[in-house]
């Protein structure tokens, strides 16, 4: 298997424009996760998904953060509009299992540097 | 909050020595895991430890856990430059895993 793939693996934008990150996670996974990595905060969940449904998108700053989970092979994170704020790594991460039994494996992470 | 949160935050050994990272939290949890992440790339796992163990060991990773004080060590025996990484220990509960910030391991050669 090809792991969990994220893509593109660096984005730059200017400020105000839309941004979507792009994430197949392992085939037979149930459960996907996006996270954000700064040196500030951490890693932060910002949702994850059970059988492609919403569980938990508390983690989502704000309105500005959308995701979707449109099929068991593909999900998506959406910044519009970004702000300098929003630059950090962004990773998907999936799991057998989404309530911590079962390890995750995480994709190479997504770069975002907003101007 | 469950959160882990790895102590030192940066480590410096040379290469053969022993390497230990401590992890403490806060809440119940039914395991606790590590993982590594090298500069530029994603986390991987190392190792898990459940709730009801108190030891594990993986190759030259040996894992400690102690429920009661709400903390966990890594041991990385005979290090390597290789292992020079990022650690971070998470918990899981009824929730998704929540990471700490990570120890920062240097191994000079």
């Known amino acids: 298997d090809a792991g969990v793939i994220q893509s593109p693996r660096h984005e730059v934008t200017e400020m105000g424009q839309e941004v979507t990150l792009r994430c197949k996670p392992i085939s037979g996974h149930n459960s996907l996760f996006w996270y954000r990595q700064t040196m500030m905060r951490g890693l932060e969940l910002l949702i994850y998904f059970n059988n492609n449904v919403p569980i938990d998108d508390s983690g989502m700053p704000e309105d500005r953060f959308s995701a979707k989970m449109p099929n068991a092979s593909f999900s998506t994170l959406k910044i519009q509009p970004s702000e300098p704020r929003d630059s950090a790594v962004y990773f998907c991460?999936?799991?057998?299992?989404?309530?911590?039994?079962?390890?995750?494996?995480f994709g190479s992470g997504t770069q975002l540097s907003v101007l | 909050s469950q959160q882990g949160e790895e102590d030192p935050q940066a480590l410096s050994i040379q290469e053969g020595e022993n390497a230990t990272m401590n992890c403490s939290y806060k809440?119940?949890?039914?395991?606790l895991q590590w993982y590594r992440q090298n500069s530029g790339r994603g986390l991987v796992h190392l190792i898990l430890?459940?709730?009801?163990?108190r030891e594990k060991h993986s190759g030259r990773l040996r894992v400690t856990l102690d429920t009661s004080k709400k903390s966990s060590s890594l041991l990385i025996t005979a290090s390597r430059a290789a292992d020079t990484a990022s650690y971070f220990c998470a918990t899981a509960g009824n929730t998704p895993l929540v990471f700490g910030k990570g120890t920062r391991l240097s191994v000079i050669a």
């Open positions: 809440t119940s949890i039914n395991n």
């Open positions: 430890i459940r709730s009801n163990e």
């Open positions: 991460a999936s799991s057998f299992d989404g309530l911590g039994d079962e390890k995750l494996f």
